[in-house]
Structure formats: C-alpha cells, structure tokens
C-alpha cells in the first residue's frame, strides 16, 4: 500500500498495468474487495476526506495489502489530467453525495462533465458502477448518461457478489431502494469536457528600471480576478520572498480541481524571469495558463521594455 503524494508520479506508475478506480473509498473496505477481485490489477483509491485516508491506510497495511494506491484529493483530477483515455478497466463510486440541490449540480462526482470523463477512460468493454439510493440523483444520472449518449444498466441487485458496503447495509436495512448503474463501454469514443493539460508557461523580458521599488509597485496590481460559470482565478497577494524574488499568491478553482499555488516573479540584471513556483506540484490546466497570462500582461505592461521570450499559448 502507497500514497499517491504526487498527482503527475500517476503516469509513470501505470505502464502496461491493469487500472482500477474507486473514488470516494470511505473507510477502504471496498478497496479490499477490489484487490481480491483485481489480483492483478494497479487499484487507485481517492478520498478528499484526510480521516479516512488514514483509516483506510492503517486498515491496508495491517492486512499487507499489496499495489493498492491511496491518494487525498478529488480523483476525477487523477483521471482527467494522468490517465490516457481508453485505459482504465473498472471506476466504482458508490453512495457518493448527492448535493442534491441543482445549484451544486457541478459538485458531484456524478456530474455530467465528470460521467464523460469516466467513459472517455475506461477502455472498449470496460466498465463504471455507480451506486446511489438518492431519488434525485438516479433522475439525474438517468438524464445525463441520455444527454452525453451513453447506454447503462441500472438494477437493484448488487454487482458486488456476496459484498456489501457501509452505506448498502444501512439502505437495506432501512428498506430504502438503492440503485446500481452499470456502464460498459461498447467503444473507443472520447467525451471532452474541457481541455486541459498544458506545458510550463513563462515570460523573459527587459526592465524599464531595475532601481523602482518592485513591492510597492506589483502591489498595486492586485487583486486580479476572473470568474466565469466554474472557473474561477484570484491573484491576492504579493510576499517578497527574497531579495529581488516576490510570489504572487493564485487560488484557482475548475472543474476536477482546486489548488493554491504561486507565480514568481525574479530579477536578475536588466532582466526580469515571470515562472510558475515548481515547489507547489501545480496542475498545469489551459485555466492555469490564463492566470499566469493574465498576470504576465500586467507585469510586463508595468515593468517591462522588451519582450526576450514567452511561452503563453492563448486560451
């Protein structure tokens, strides 16, 4: 048993291996069940929950489970940024939240945009199991899985054999129905719900006067913000880290991911150097690039001359 502590390290760990998915693992049981059986499958399990990982984790290596991963944090980031599409043999979310009010329609794991990038992974006959006693959200997954033109099976018997989760027993036990949706993938089509990964940006220019005082003046460039449906970039602050060396501080949030990470901005000579932070481990995104665009223009407009160079797509 591992920790997936790197995102990115995904990619590299996958190889040729047999791929399976749990998101949202809870208390790990079920983790147990798919190593029996996956035997030889890479099991990748994802909670944004840190007092379940750690359950989950002491359960795991008290049983000497084997090539199970556990990673903290929104697995629908895992696949959509690390995992090529038709790859993944097998994704199981069971009794995920329903965030039942349409206004958090964009926060379940069931969301249309995630159930395109589930099938988009899953290889020619592999398979999503979703599980879910909310009324509302089988009305839901029933639209969606419609709208993107997906064929499901949806039953009320457990495709779990003999197992039964945490939140399956307390249904049952309460007589409440509980639904099981099974997708198999029946070809190789790729859903995009938005692009996304992209290389590390950066800007080169010439000072106009390397003898301002560079604090007082990028602090008058902030906040800088942007907010469009669910993407969302705030650049609020500005720390002299070290002498000649400031971070720009960006909380960002996307669709799959939210993350808090730092933009420097050094001087060296007559030359200024605007890069993204590489200690925070940031998921590069197309909305990552507008950011540092975004703040790039500015800078630039603000101290620079002339441009040495730039790698800045447009987004």
Request: no cysteine.
């Amino acid at each position: 048993m591992n920790f997936l502590t790197e995102p990115s390290s995904l990619s590299q760990l996958i190889g040729k291996e047999v791929l399976v998915f749990e998101l949202g693992f809870g208390n790990g049981d079920f983790l147990k069940y798919l190593r029996n059986r996956y035997p030889d499958a890479l099991i990748v399990g994802a909670e944004v929950a840190n007092q379940f990982v750690l359950l989950a984790h002491r359960k795991l290596m008290r049983e000497n489970v084997q090539k199970v991963f556990l990673y903290r944090g929104d697995g629908r980031s895992l696949l959509y940024f690390f995992v090529p599409d038709n790859r993944v043999k097998a994704i199981y979310i069971n009794f995920p939240d329903p965030w039942e009010k349409p206004s958090k329609e964009n926060k379940r794991l069931t969301s249309k945009r995630s159930l395109m990038v589930y099938y988009s992974r899953l290889k020619k006959g592999g398979k999503l199991f979703i599980a879910t006693d909310s009324d509302i959200l089988k009305g839901y997954l029933r639209d969606s899985l419609a709208d993107i033109g997906v064929s499901y099976i949806e039953t009320p018997n457990s495709p779990y054999e003999d197992f039964l989760t945490k939140y399956a027993r307390k249904w049952i036990s309460l007589n409440k129905p509980i639904s099981y949706f099974i997708i198999e993938k029946q070809d190789e089509r790729v859903l995009i719900p938005y692009e996304g990964v992209e290389g590390m940006p950066n800007l080169i220019f010439k000072v106009k006067d390397n003898s301002i005082d560079v604090l007082e003046k990028v602090e008058g460039l902030l906040p800088i913000e942007f907010k469009e449906e669910e993407f969302f970039y705030k650049i609020d602050k500005v720390y002299e880290y070290k002498r000649q060396e400031f971070l720009f501080r960006v909380i960002h949030a996307e669709p799959f991911l939210n993350q808090k990470y730092y933009i420097v901005l050094r001087f060296h000579h007559d030359k200024g150097f605007l890069e993204l932070d590489d200690r925070n481990n940031v998921i590069i995104s197309k909305f990552v690039i507008k950011a540092f665009r975004d703040l790039a223009k500015k800078v630039f407009d603000l101290l620079g001359k002339e441009i040495i160079f730039q790698n800045l797509r447009e987004v």
